[in-house]
């Protein structure tokens, strides 16, 4: 067969959350695509929009895995992994200080903080890393990246200048804070913020009042929190609290754009462009994403969306692939995709859909190649 008769499709979905991650949702289609149309030339892209799951994207993508132990959420230490390519690292706060290493999956809502993610920044640095990618989204803590920076040589000290504590809770008590130990390494570098979310650091649509809630906090500490961001705020960089994007991860996004010099941007955006994805799409007739919930909130700059995009600035046709789909035709039709597929149109009840992800992503797949790929 010659390269001009070859056929192409790239797979590019995001995790299925609590079921399958990219790549598992990327590995199910293919293995039903090949099993009706063998010839066809199948890519596998899995990506992801800054959240959990960031790191396993790049993997797969042929990036390197480095391990390391970091302080959890807590201040546990566990296992963690960055992504690196030449100078570049991907590091995802979920998979160092996110909901899913509470030890016992026990909240914290006031104590934990982002410590551990500046330990693995540090590591990156540490091994020649000159620009920092940080997907933001699945945090534990609600400490406005405060303990991110203390672990990069910041001291954040009280009024008799002594250290604080790590946590949101303690930054109500910050009275100065110390940037001349931190990492020499920050300065020659850069920042991204890879993040879908864009809300300000305080407020009504701040971290305390939209994202504290999901981290275990109960009503009677919400004052406390905010009163402790509005703090560390006027310590930080008060200009930097209104800034989309600023209440991210807990505030974390006010951290690095205060501490860090970070520069915030769409997180499926961010991953597309370090994958080069645009020449992973040279020659395919057909682009398949997609992730578990496809909703009002994935047409506000979630992957599968970030996907469509690229694909269709390329003139390629794209179909989205859902654990459930809660959009109307025309509102799929109006984001750019040709078709939509979920599961729940095989398997309507919820729990038995999750259970069999794989297997219903493997008729799925069969089902697009006898409707799209059949000729």
């Known amino acids: 067969m010659t390269r001009e008769t070859v056929r192409r ?3 590019a979905p995001d995790k299925f959350k609590g079921s399958l991650t990219a790549p598992q949702v990327a590995a199910a289609l293919a293995t039903g695509i090949a099993g009706v149309a063998p010839a066809v030339q199948v890519r596998q892209v899995p990506v992801a929009d800054g959240g959990d799951g960031t790191v396993d994207a790049f993997v797969a993508s042929g990036w390197t895995r480095v391990e390391l132990s970091a302080p959890g959420p807590t201040g546990v230490p566990g296992s963690t992994s960055y992504a690196v390519q030449a100078e570049t690292a991907v590091i995802e706060l ?29 590591h990156a640095l540490d091994n020649g890393a000159t620009h920092i990618v940080l997907g933001l989204g699945g945090s534990a803590s609600t400490d406005g990246g405060a303990g991110m920076v203390q672990a990069l040589g910041a001291r954040i000290l009280d009024a008799v200048g002594h250290e604080l504590a790590h946590g949101g809770a303690a930054l109500t008590q910050a009275a100065q804070l110390d940037l001349s130990g931190l990492h020499p390494g920050i300065a020659a570098s850069t920042f ?3 993040c ?23 009503t009677a500490d919400f004052g406390l929190l905010e009163a ?19 209440g991210a991860a807990g505030g974390t996004g006010f951290g690095a754009l205060a501490v860090l010099g970070a520069q915030m941007r769409s997180g499926i955006e961010v991953i597309l462009e370090l994958l ?7 020659g395919a007739e057909l682009v398949i994403t997609g992730e578990g919930s496809l909703d009002a909130q994935s047409l506000h700059g979630k992957a599968p969306i970030g996907v469509c995009a690229s694909a269709r600035k390329a003139r390629i046709p794209v179909i989205a692939v859902a654990g459930r789909n ?43 190649a006898e409707q799209h790929l059949s000729r």
């Open 196 to 218: 879908d979310v864009d809300n300000p650091l305080l407020g009504p649509k701040g971290a305390v009042a939209v994202y504290a809630p999901q981290k275990g906090t109960d």
């Open 326 to 368: 809660l959009l109307a035709a025309q509102e799929i039709r109006a984001a750019g995709f040709t078709a939509c597929y979920a599961l729940t149109d095989l398997e309507p009840d919820p729990a038995r859909s999750i259970a069999q992800a794989s297997q219903l992503l493997r008729q799925i797949g069969a089902q697009i």
């Open 94 to 122: 979920a998979a160092v200080v996110g909901l899913a290493k509470l030890p016992a999956g026990r909240p914290d809502p006031l104590g934990a903080s982002t410590f551990g993610l500046g330990v693995v920044i540090a």
């Open 192 to 194: 991204t913020l890879a």
């Open 228 to 246: 402790a961001l509005t703090n560390w705020a006027r310590l930080a960089g008060p200009t930097f609290a209104d800034h989309p994007g600023a």
């Open 276 to 282: 080069d994805f645009p020449a992973l799409l040279d």
């Open 9 to 11: 499709v790239v797979l």
